[in-house]
């Protein structure tokens, strides 16, 4: 399957996403793992990259652009991929559509995943993930702990809270995603690819997912 998954940081885009995974072979594409990756590599991308995150603000459309562009040709994608955290501006869903055009890719649907404010805001207080860039599960201190408390149950390296996990970050990304992310709803609306489904269960989630795409 080919979906971008939209939806406030925190909607659950990332537990959905490793759900639809196991289903056909598409893989992941998370913008914000790749980021957090290059981050603590330290690479050129990480350091410029950095600063933005930290404080809960977006990357620039261009570094964005950069690492999708190169992420979309690797071998992995042709089976299929869930975009999960991209596009996040209007012009980076642009920037996809001429992206895809070029490289031949149609995509199937756009899923918002529609979750109320207060709910996401506990939710991204009480988040905790796996510091393996590799692993970058996700637990919650309140509804899925690790087994072992602060650490991961699949690689067994501790869990933390991430930097942008602080209220007041969490808040500064909320009113991001509501400026410059929300809109794209609008957009993927005229272009009669969206979706939106309303839930905070990600299995419900996944199970409306898959009889939109009639699997
Ligand atoms: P996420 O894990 O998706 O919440 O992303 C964490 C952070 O990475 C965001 O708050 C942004 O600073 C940055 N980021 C991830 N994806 C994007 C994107 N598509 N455009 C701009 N910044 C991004």
Do not use: W
């Amino acid at each position: 399957m080919k979906i971008i998954l939209l939806g406030a940081p925190g909607a659950g885009k990332g537990t959905v996403a490793k759900q639809l995974t196991a289903i056909d072979g598409s893989v992941q594409i998370s913008t914000g793992d790749i980021l957090r990756g290059a981050v603590q590599a330290g690479t050129e991308l990480g350091k410029e990259a950095e600063g933005y995150m930290k404080r809960g603000d977006l990357v620039p459309d261009s570094l964005i652009m950069g690492i999708m562009e190169k992420r979309l040709q690797e071998p992995d994608c042709q089976k299929g991929f869930l975009l999960d955290g991209f596009p996040r501006t209007i012009p980076q869903a642009e920037a996809l559509k001429g992206l895809l055009v070029k490289l031949g890719i149609n995509f199937d649907k756009v899923i918002n995943i529609d979750v109320p404010r207060d709910v996401i805001f506990d939710r991204l207080c009480t988040r905790r993930t796996c510091s393996n860039t590799a692993c970058q599960a996700i637990y919650n201190v309140k509804s899925m702990p690790p087994k072992k408390e602060g650490v991961c149950d699949k690689c067994g390296s501790p869990i933390v809270q991430r930097a942008d996990e602080t209220e007041e970050a969490i808040s500064h990304r909320l009113d991001t995603y509501n400026e410059k992310t929300a809109p794209l709803i609008g957009f993927y609306e005229k272009e009669g690819l969206l979706k939106t489904i309303t839930g905070t269960s990600s299995e419900a989630v996944v199970a409306e997912i898959k009889k939109s795409l009639g699997i």
